[in-house]
C-alpha cells in the first residue's frame, strides 16, 4: 500500500519544523553573538520563529483534526446507507418469495381445478383465498417499502 510523505499530507507540519530548526539556529548564533543589541536582536527572532513554528503546528493538528472528523461523519453516512440498502434488499426479496409463492398457488390451483376429482367449488373457494392472501401479502411489503422510501410501489 502506498503511503504518501507527511509534507505533502500535511505542508503545515513541514513548515513548522523548518521554522522551528530556523528559530534554533538563530538563537544559536545570539549565543555567539558579540555585540549585546545584536545578540538581544537575533534571539528575541529566533523566539518569533519559535512562536510561528507553534502557530504552524497547531494549525496541522487542526487540519488532522477537520480532516478526521469529516471522514468520520461520511463514515457515518455510509453505515447508514448501507443499513437502508440491506432494508430494502430485504423487503425486495420477500415481495418477490410472496410472487413466487401466489404463482405457484395458482398453476396448484388451476392444476385442481382441471382434475376430475375436485369440486370446482372448492378450487374457486381456494383461489378466493388465494387472492386474499396475495393481497394482504402486497399491501405488507407495500407499507414496509413506503416505510423505508416514502413513496408506494
Given at each position: 500500500?502506498?503511503?504518501?510523505?507527511?509534507?505533502?499530507?500535511?505542508?503545515?507540519?513541514?513548515?513548522?519544523?523548518?521554522?522551528?530548526?530556523?528559530?534554533?539556529?538563530?538563537?544559536?548564533?545570539?549565543?555567539?553573538?558579540?555585540?549585546?543589541?545584536?545578540?538581544?536582536?537575533?534571539?528575541?527572532?529566533?523566539?518569533?520563529?519559535?512562536?510561528?513554528?507553534?502557530?504552524?503546528?497547531?494549525?496541522?493538528?487542526?487540519?488532522?483534526?477537520?480532516?478526521?472528523?469529516?471522514?468520520?461523519?461520511?463514515?457515518?453516512?455510509?453505515?447508514?446507507?448501507?443499513?437502508?440498502?440491506?432494508?430494502?434488499?430485504?423487503?425486495?426479496?420477500?415481495?418477490?418469495?410472496?410472487?413466487?409463492?401466489?404463482?405457484?398457488?395458482r398453476r396448484h390451483i388451476?392444476?385442481?381445478?382441471?382434475?376430475?376429482?375436485?369440486?370446482?367449488?372448492?378450487?374457486?373457494?381456494?383461489?378466493?383465498?388465494l387472492e386474499e392472501v396475495?393481497?394482504?401479502?402486497?399491501?405488507?411489503?407495500?407499507?414496509?417499502?413506503?416505510?423505508?422510501?416514502?413513496?408506494?410501489?
Amino acid at each position: 500500500m502506498y503511503s504518501f510523505p507527511k509534507n505533502r499530507l500535511f505542508p503545515y507540519s513541514a513548515l513548522s519544523s523548518a521554522h522551528s530548526e530556523m528559530g534554533n539556529k538563530l538563537v544559536n548564533v545570539a549565543t555567539t553573538e558579540t555585540h549585546p543589541p545584536i545578540a538581544n536582536a537575533m534571539r528575541k527572532l529566533g523566539r518569533t520563529w519559535h512562536t510561528l513554528a507553534d502557530l504552524d503546528q497547531a494549525q496541522a493538528i487542526s487540519e488532522c483534526v477537520i480532516l478526521s472528523d469529516s471522514l468520520g461523519y461520511q463514515g457515518l453516512n455510509a453505515r447508514s446507507a448501507k443499513e437502508t440498502l440491506q432494508q430494502r434488499t430485504a423487503v425486495l426479496e420477500e415481495y418477490q418469495a410472496a410472487v413466487k409463492s401466489a404463482i405457484s398457488k395458482r398453476r396448484h390451483i388451476e392444476r385442481l381445478k382441471a382434475s376430475a376429482n375436485i369440486r370446482p367449488e372448492r378450487v374457486d373457494e381456494a383461489l378466493e383465498d388465494l387472492e386474499e392472501v396475495t393481497l394482504l401479502t402486497y399491501i405488507k411489503v407495500n407499507s414496509r417499502l413506503k416505510h423505508f422510501s416514502g413513496e408506494q410501489i
